[in-house]
């Protein structure tokens, strides 16, 4: 007994930890006042004698908020990602979106979203992360749909590196017909909404929406809907200019192994890790859909523990100014 006890010990200290506990990251709300309201967001500052590296978090598609929640989905997926990039030397700022929560006043009325308004967002807060002198280099991490506005964000944005987390290799509206297909909803419904991504693609908003896919296409998301379907994330990836990590989970029941495959073929000098069990809120989870929707609104389980180590180690490594 004695013996298993040693052992296990060894095991322990010799696995992989953060750099520092949580409890010493500093945290700080910031604000970013902008031409149409004010944005709120989360800074975890580790305790460095020099300025550390700072990611920007950008979160996924809907009203999702800055620790990567939304009302059906409550999992803490950011919030845990920047505690444990905090604690490997790895500050962070995650922001609610406009019309979400602190940032509600922001944007109030959907109908005026569009991809450009958002990327414009990630710039300005990129903008004056530099501009406070007090972090070394600046990387975008953009999750899902996120992944997206941190390509188009990075230029103007200043970034030193762009990191895609479980973000899409094919136009949106492509994506969005493939998980559409995976649903179970009557024949009526999915020839419905086949033919409603076809005409918003084309331009063309729809008032007439079938009560069973209002959360999807309400009319007043269908302006944010048509902006997003014309762009091309495998195009907007290949054009960036910096150093690429590309992060896909082989468990994710939302976005495929192919879409990682895809920006790496449309940036083949791009970093590739495929994390073995990995599911679309970075929990380790089976296949299983029961315990796959279980972990969407379960925050109190582990993100994958392979993620911030992959992310910290690439940032870490960059080269130098």
């Not at 004698?49 to 803490?76: E, H, K, M, Q, Y």
Request: no cysteine; charged share 20%; glycine share 6%.
């Amino acid at each position: 007994m004695r013996l298993i006890t040693a052992l296990l010990a060894i095991l322990l200290l010799a696995l992989p930890g953060p750099a520092m506990a949580a409890s010493t990251l500093r945290q700080q709300t910031l604000r970013l006042d902008t031409d149409s309201g004010t944005l709120y967001g989360t800074l975890l500052y580790p305790p460095t004698a020099t300025p550390p590296p700072v990611a920007l978090l950008i979160a996924g598609s809907g009203p999702t908020n800055r620790d990567g929640n939304n009302s059906w989905a409550r999992n803490n997926s950011l919030k845990l990602l920047a505690q444990s990039l905090g604690q490997r030397g790895i500050a962070t700022l995650r922001y609610d979106k406009r019309g979400v929560e602190a940032s509600y006043e922001a944007g109030p009325d959907e109908r005026r979203f569009s991809v450009g308004r958002f990327t414009l967002d990630a710039v300005e807060w990129s903008r004056q992360l530099l501009a406070s002198g007090r972090f070394s280099r600046l990387v975008l991490i953009g999750h899902s749909e996120g992944a997206l506005i941190a390509s188009l964000a990075a230029r103007e944005a200043g970034a030193a590196a762009v990191i895609s987390i479980a973000g899409s290799g094919r136009p949106i509206d492509q994506l969005l017909l493939e998980q559409l297909q995976q649903r179970p909803l009557p024949p009526l419904l999915q020839g419905y909404s086949q033919w409603l991504i076809q005409e918003l693609d084309a331009g063309r908003p729809h008032s007439n929406v079938p009560p069973a896919l209002m959360d999807l296409f309400r009319p007043s998301v269908q302006p944010y809907l048509i902006s997003l379907f014309h762009q091309d994330p495998a195009r907007a990836f290949a054009a960036l200019q910096v150093p690429t990590l590309i992060i896909q989970g082989r468990n994710d029941i939302q976005v495929s192994e192919q879409d990682a495959l895809a920006l790496k073929q449309a940036r083949p000098e791009a970093r590739l890790r495929l994390i073995e069990g990995m599911n679309h809120v970075l929990r380790i989870v089976p296949p299983d859909l029961a315990q796959q929707r279980a972990s969407y609104a379960n925050p109190n389980l582990p993100i994958a523990w392979e993620l911030p180590q992959i992310i910290a180690d690439f940032i870490k490594n960059l080269p130098q100014k």
